[in-house]
């Protein structure tokens, strides 16, 4: 009697202490829904979808170990060098709420605990909301199975109501696993007497004539923006009064870098557009240093990645112009990548840090946010240091054994690219203070 009197009363402690433990609804869920179902959901990058208690529940084990080792969320900057307003590392509370919860063999809850503020990730796009405009190639794009890369230019017309203030933008495809980067030039065409329909829908840059490609510089005088896509970006954002306007009519030009496959496919790529009411009265220009860009030819050494070697290369460029508030940096590599800084050298010696990426992985790039606005004053310098690993002992060389790497022209996967696209504006007084998370 006494026994059973304590089994009892252990299992009613166990009890209790299973109900005040973490469940999904009211603990787990804001958590996973807001670092990684944007990326774990269906059309996107991921291999499966964390969107349900029951997606995570059969995955328990898996999702705490790669959270506990933090090889998930992804998110390659050095917190330790500066944060970011799009940051997606998780706390250590947090990881340790996931934790007990998996120890607790995943217990649901009640739909009614879910706190109010928990996002639901809108399938289609990583932005919190339905796109007010999508706009996509004409058709879908055949790339056949033969190893071999591609520079597609793809025309999107467009012909609006009216022109619309930018909140966010981000490129959207069915496939993305088949691309290696794309870039978007948004035209402004208010000249109706240009006609943007009659025009080939694309260019196969690599197999067509390139002449072909000047069909289109009628729409190449007036560009509302450019931006672009690389594996493990998410969107471009544009808050406060800070952003650009989408002309009325125009076309996008939509570069696509499709990398080798080996089996036929199907793409159908596009951008989606998410407008706000409240005017643009800082419009945004992004700018790109190093490969393909500004003081390419300034790279030290000569950017030549030499095989069986591990190289740094530095690049040193000034602002000649009048002050600038920085809203993000894009730092991008290829394979070869193995380490990234960049920093701000001022006039008055003072050193500003932008990012620093000690571990690459070209499979994990962003667009990194800064949580205020960075002021960089006339004759600033920007510097970038780029490592690359080219021997044996890099699991990501494309090469074995390895080979000499010297990029130009159109850079391939197996090529090497040392860039930082930069979004800025003109300096105003006060910039530092505004919050843009």
Same mark, same amino acid.
């Given at each position: 009697?006494?026994?059973?009197?304590?089994?009892?009363?252990?299992?009613?402690?166990?009890?209790?202490?299973?109900?005040?433990?973490?469940t999904?609804?009211?603990?787990?869920?804001?958590?996973?829904?807001?670092?990684?179902?944007?990326?774990?959901?269906?059309?996107?990058?991921?291999?499966?979808?964390?969107?349900t208690?029951?997606?995570?529940?059969?995955?328990?084990?898996?999702?705490?170990?790669?959270?506990?080792?933090? &090889?998930?969320?992804?998110?390659?900057?050095?917190?330790? &060098?500066?944060?970011f307003?799009?940051e997606?590392?998780?706390?250590?509370?947090?990881?340790?709420?996931?934790?007990k919860w998996?120890d607790?063999?995943?217990p649901?809850?009640?739909p009614?605990?879910?706190?109010?503020?928990?996002?639901v990730? #809108?399938?289609?796009? +990583?932005?919190?909301?339905?796109?007010?405009? #999508?706009?996509?190639?004409?058709?879908?794009?055949?790339?056949?199975? @033969?190893?071999?890369e591609?520079?597609v230019?793809?025309?999107?017309?467009?012909?609006?109501k009216?022109?619309?203030? #930018?909140?966010?933008?981000?490129?959207?495809?069915?496939?993305?696993?088949?691309?290696?980067?794309?870039?978007?030039?948004?035209?402004?065409?208010?000249?109706?007497?240009? @006609?943007?329909?009659?025009?080939?829908?694309? #260019?196969?840059?690599?197999?067509?004539?390139?002449?072909?490609?000047?069909?289109?510089m009628? &729409?190449?005088?007036?560009?509302?923006?450019?931006?672009?896509?690389?594996?493990?970006?998410s969107?471009?954002?544009?808050?406060?009064?800070?952003?650009?306007?989408?002309?009325?009519?125009?076309?996008?030009? +939509?570069?696509?870098?499709?990398?080798?496959s080996?089996?036929?496919?199907?793409?159908?790529?596009?951008?989606?557009?998410?407008?706000k009411?409240?005017?643009?009265?800082?419009v945004?220009?992004?700018?790109?240093?190093?490969?393909?860009g500004?003081?390419?030819?300034?790279?030290?050494?000569?950017?030549?990645?030499?095989?069986?070697k591990?190289?740094?290369?530095t690049l040193?460029?000034?602002?000649?112009?009048?002050?600038?508030?920085?809203?993000?940096?894009?730092?991008?590599?290829?394979?070869?990548?193995?380490?990234?800084?960049?920093?701000?050298?001022?006039?008055?010696?003072?050193?500003?840090?932008?990012?620093?990426?000690?571990?690459?992985?070209?499979?994990?790039?962003?667009?990194?946010?800064?949580?205020?606005?960075?002021?960089?004053?006339?004759?600033?310098?920007?510097?970038?240091?780029?490592?690359? @690993?080219?021997?044996?002992?890099?699991?990501?060389?494309?090469?074995?054994?390895?080979?000499?790497?010297?990029?130009m022209?159109?850079?391939?996967?197996?090529?090497?690219?040392?860039?930082?696209?930069?979004?800025?504006?003109? &300096?105003?007084?006060?910039?530092?203070?505004?919050?843009?998370?």
């Amino acid at each position: 009697m006494k026994k059973a009197f304590i089994l009892s009363l252990l299992m009613m402690r166990f009890l209790d202490a299973g109900a005040q433990g973490p469940t999904w609804y009211k603990d787990i869920a804001p958590i996973i829904l807001t670092n990684c179902a944007s990326c774990h959901q269906p059309g996107e990058a991921a291999p499966f979808s964390l969107l349900t208690w029951q997606d995570v529940a059969k995955r328990a084990s898996f999702v705490k170990k790669v959270v506990t080792s933090r &090889y998930m969320p992804p998110w390659r900057a050095d917190p330790g &060098y500066r944060h970011f307003a799009n940051e997606r590392t998780l706390t250590d509370d947090q990881i340790a709420l996931i934790s007990k919860w998996v120890d607790d063999k995943t217990p649901e809850g009640s739909p009614a605990d879910a706190p109010a503020s928990v996002h639901v990730p #809108v399938r289609g796009t +990583l932005f919190n909301r339905k796109p007010d405009l #999508v706009l996509s190639t004409a058709d879908s794009f055949h790339l056949p199975g @033969d190893n071999t890369e591609r520079f597609v230019l793809f025309k999107i017309p467009f012909d609006l109501k009216d022109s619309a203030n #930018v909140e966010a933008i981000e490129f959207v495809c069915n496939n993305k696993k088949l691309i290696h980067h794309a870039n978007y030039a948004i035209q402004a065409v208010p000249d109706t007497s240009i @006609d943007i329909n009659g025009t080939a829908s694309y #260019v196969n840059i690599t197999e067509d004539d390139r002449r072909k490609v000047d069909q289109y510089m009628p &729409y190449r005088k007036i560009m509302s923006y450019y931006g672009g896509w690389i594996p493990g970006t998410s969107y471009e954002y544009f808050p406060k009064e800070f952003g650009w306007v989408m002309p009325k009519r125009g076309v996008i030009l +939509l570069t696509v870098h499709y990398g080798p496959s080996a089996s036929d496919e199907t793409s159908i790529c596009g951008v989606n557009l998410f407008f706000k009411k409240t005017p643009v009265t800082r419009v945004m220009k992004v700018v790109s240093f190093g490969s393909g860009g500004i003081g390419e030819n300034q790279i030290e050494p000569v950017f030549y990645v030499k095989a069986n070697k591990v190289q740094t290369f530095t690049l040193e460029v000034t602002n000649p112009g009048a002050d600038q508030s920085l809203l993000y940096v894009w730092p991008h590599m290829h394979l070869l990548g193995k380490e990234y800084k960049a920093y701000i050298t001022t006039p008055a010696g003072d050193t500003i840090k932008l990012v620093h990426i000690p571990d690459w992985d070209f499979r994990w790039q962003e667009i990194y946010r800064f949580p205020h606005p960075i002021k960089m004053t006339q004759g600033s310098v920007i510097h970038i240091e780029a490592t690359y @690993d080219n021997t044996a002992n890099n699991p990501s060389n494309p090469n074995n054994p390895p080979k000499n790497v010297f990029s130009m022209g159109d850079m391939t996967t197996t090529d090497e690219m040392m860039t930082l696209m930069m979004g800025f504006l003109p &300096y105003k007084e006060g910039d530092e203070k505004i919050d843009l998370r």
